[in-house]
T-cell receptor
């Protein structure tokens, strides 16, 4: 149980294009999902909290107009990197909350390379 | 604010050696504590957790005990295997958000 998937697993795009990453909870419903970014050999940096049916809450320093988050259902959150640039290249990981007490279960990650 | 400090890596051990990865935390209230493992090129997998003082989390031969008096949650395994090679993250959860340590890279040699 508590399986989270991400799609795509990796993507290469040209500078200036937008990229959408999906995060799905496969066997449970999640009112809250999180989006993280991880640079090579570093820890995870929380970008935003995604709540079903409401606006996402962004961490300080994260541009909400650049990283659009939509949590349209209890099993799906999407992160769209708009007008991507090479500095946006990173490993993006989502998590979904389940259980009591709440535990975060992570997706396998999406590697983005912007050329 | 909340913070987690892990022992610096990388850590290299021989197969069947005893493993300890230290983790200490600073937090207000009574957070839950977690160890996550990340294999190369993958996301994080929950390894074990403890939700209150003196709880012991265990999984796949790994153990960690929630020590409130020393604010620690050290990860241990009695006999490591090559397949345990990965990056290990200690984390605490307060108000739903996770705060991660910097990660410890573990390499096990046959």
């Amino acid at each position: 149980g508590a399986v989270v998937s991400q799609h795509p697993s990796w993507v290469i795009c040209k500078s200036g294009t937008s990229v959408k990453i999906e995060c799905r909870s496969l066997d449970f419903q999640a009112t809250t999902m999180f989006w993280y970014r991880q640079f090579p050999k570093q820890s995870l940096m929380l970008m935003a909290t995604s709540n079903e049916g409401s606006k996402a809450t962004y961490e300080q320093g994260v541009e909400k107009d650049k990283f659009l988050i939509n949590h349209a259902s209890l099993t799906l959150s999407t992160l769209t990197v708009t007008s991507a640039h090479p500095e946006d290249s990173s490993f993006y990981i989502c998590s979904a909350v389940s259980g009591v007490p709440e535990t975060q279960y992570f997706g396998p990650g999406t590697r983005l390379l912007v050329l | 604010g909340n913070s987690v400090t892990q022992m610096e890596g990388p850590v290299t051990l021989s197969e069947e050696a005893f493993l300890t990865i230290n983790c200490t935390y600073t937090a207000t209230g009574y957070p839950s504590l977690f160890w996550y493992v990340q294999y190369p090129g993958e996301g994080l997998q929950l390894l074990l957790k403890a939700t209150k003082a003196d709880d012991k989390g265990s999984n796949k031969g790994f153990e960690a005990t929630y020590r409130k008096e020393t604010t620690s949650f050290h990860l241990e395994k009695g006999s490591v295997q090559v397949s345990d090679s990965a990056v290990y993250f200690c984390a605490l959860q307060g108000a739903q958000k996770l705060v991660f340590g910097q990660g410890t890279r573990l390499t096990i040699n046959p």
